[in-house]
């Protein structure tokens, strides 16, 4: 375990506290909200840990008129759903304008377009810390329609291992010739050499980002805090969109599903935010657990020939669009065994709740069930995937994730962003031997998503736990050109140590 924790209040503090693990030689874990499920947050290699809770402050609200953007600049510390909630809930005059012309902006185009400012990127898990999103590239349901975080960073504020602050702006450090000069307030200055990495064109969040003439923004989001701490963040904003449509389609199968979802993106008819699934052994998980706890589960009465779900989100701006969604999903529905009245729908902040619940009662029952399995046999634990593949290869990878998983005897769920062809095959082992065998069959996975063009980590980052899979992805050359890059931000390896590499 770690000897000493920090807790920085503001930038000046952060900086002394990694100066003196620098003069120390201590290995230094960064700790964020601690909500990944990586491993990265661990001080598995650490003598100190860097807690950034009290770095916790929404600074400000700007305007950009020659971008015709608003911004807004958060200190790392800040929890996702508090920065969510002071947009939708802080009235105009009351918000931390930078100045008084982002102010008469905001009042003139808040006025013209009737809808506030929102921060788009939505992970699952909304009690994360903002510096935790931007050192992970956190997703999630709406990436599919907004992209994930890096999209919506436009200036990063970091400290390096020596306890220099990096404070890069969105196109004016770019990569030359294969390499970044870096410059820190003390006017030290880094050759980073940068090179090119053939990445998979599907959401895709394991190892560097690195690429001919990138931006260096783009270095330190999803570095997963190797390179340097994320302490303050300039963040890209949008309007709200003026109506939604939350919806959940249950149908007979899972290739009525897959022709749907299929269907929907190719056809142009609708614009969905967000297209999400639950499997046939999922929904099964779900009747189990209402069968046995009746209404107190939380488990809605699920329709009884429905074999699987999708969940889809619709914006729209005016009453002859909202009518043109409804034709249009209508008729898929009936085209895939279904029809509207077999379906949920609602527009509101509570039908969208319960709609979320429903989804995210999958891993909450599966993570139940296999605390219950660990009081019997204290090994065990929960195995889920975290891969993506191309748009055309869905069907292929659905079809060798069943395959296998029925061959294999083993008891799983699928479930995820259909829309991303980001699916999570969570593995429920009864025994150490059917751990070990899952652990097999998920390397044979990732194996073959690579072959098919995928992402072994589409999200949720390699931390300590998946290291063997990023070798998979890139092969161990390509690794150890990233090692490089770390070594030339990090000589001493005293940033996040055991992550990545």
């Not at 939505?122 to 599919?144: K, L, M």
């Not at 009747?287 to 999708?310: F, I, T």
């Not at 055309?392 to 296998?404: A, K, P």
């Amino acid at each position: 375990g770690a000897d000493v924790i920090y807790f920085p209040e503001d930038l000046g503090q952060l900086c002394e506290a990694v100066k003196e693990c620098a003069r120390k030689g201590m290995p230094l874990a960064v700790a964020g909200a601690r909500t990944g499920i990586v491993g990265g947050a661990v001080p598995a290699e650490c003598e100190a840990v860097l807690a950034l809770e009290r770095l916790n402050r929404f600074r400000f609200v700007r305007y950009d008129e020659a971008e015709g953007a608003f911004f807004a600049g958060v200190e790392a510390g800040l929890i996702l759903s508090a920065f969510q909630q002071a947009l939708r809930n802080t009235p105009p005059e009351e918000m931390p304008w930078a100045d008084e012309s982002s102010r008469q902006a905001a009042a003139r185009l808040m006025r013209r377009e009737g809808r506030r400012l929102f921060y788009p990127v939505d992970p699952t898990e909304t009690t994360a810390q903002i510096g935790g999103t931007v050192a992970t590239n956190a997703s999630g349901a709406r990436t599919f329609h907004y992209g994930p975080t890096r999209r919506w960073v436009e200036a990063v504020t970091v400290v390096l291992a020596s306890g220099e602050v990096l404070r890069l702006r969105r196109g004016e450090v770019v990569a030359s010739d294969g390499r970044f000069v870096l410059e820190s307030d003390c006017a030290g200055e880094r050759v980073v050499r940068i090179p090119h990495l053939d990445m998979p064109s599907t959401k895709h969040a394991a190892g560097y980002h690195l690429r001919r003439n990138m931006d260096a923004v783009d270095l330190f989001v999803g570095s997963e805090g190797t390179l340097g701490v994320v302490c303050e963040v300039e963040l890209r904003l949008a309007f709200e969109p003026p109506q939604r449509l939350f919806m959940t389609a249950f149908l007979g199968s899972e290739s009525d599903a897959l022709g749907f979802v299929q269907e929907v993106r190719q056809a142009g008819q609708l614009q969905p935010i967000a297209i999400e699934y639950v499997g046939p052994n999922a929904l099964e998980l779900l009747r189990e657990k209402r069968r046995q706890e009746g209404a107190s589960s939380d488990v809605p009465p699920l329709p009884q020939e429905a074999g699987c779900a999708l969940y889809l989100e619709l914006d729209f701006e005016t009453d002859d669009e909202l009518r043109h969604c409804y034709r249009a999903v209508a008729r898929l529905l009936r085209r895939f065994g279904t029809s509207p009245r077999a379906t949920w729908a609602g527009f509101s902040s509570g039908d969208l709740a319960s709609m979320k619940a429903f989804r995210h009662a999958v891993p909450e029952h599966v993570n139940n069930i296999l605390a219950r399995r660990k009081l019997k046999v204290p090994a065990l634990h929960k195995l889920g995937t975290d891969m993506a593949v191309p748009d055309g290869s869905l069907e292929s990878v659905m079809s060798l994730y069943r395959g296998r998983l029925e061959a294999s005897g083993l008891e799983y769920v699928i479930f995820g962003h259909i829309g991303d062809n980001h699916l999570h095959v969570n593995v429920l082992p009864r025994s150490e031997e059917e751990l070990a065998q899952a652990k097999e069959l998920y390397e044979a996975f990732a194996r073959e998503v690579v072959a098919m063009g995928g992402s072994v980590s589409a999200e949720h980052g390699i931390g300590r736990i998946k290291k063997d899979f990023l070798r998979i992805q890139f092969g161990p050359q390509k690794v150890r050109q990233m090692q490089q890059v770390k070594e030339a931000l990090d000589p001493e390896g005293l940033l996040n140590p055991g992550v990545l590499f």
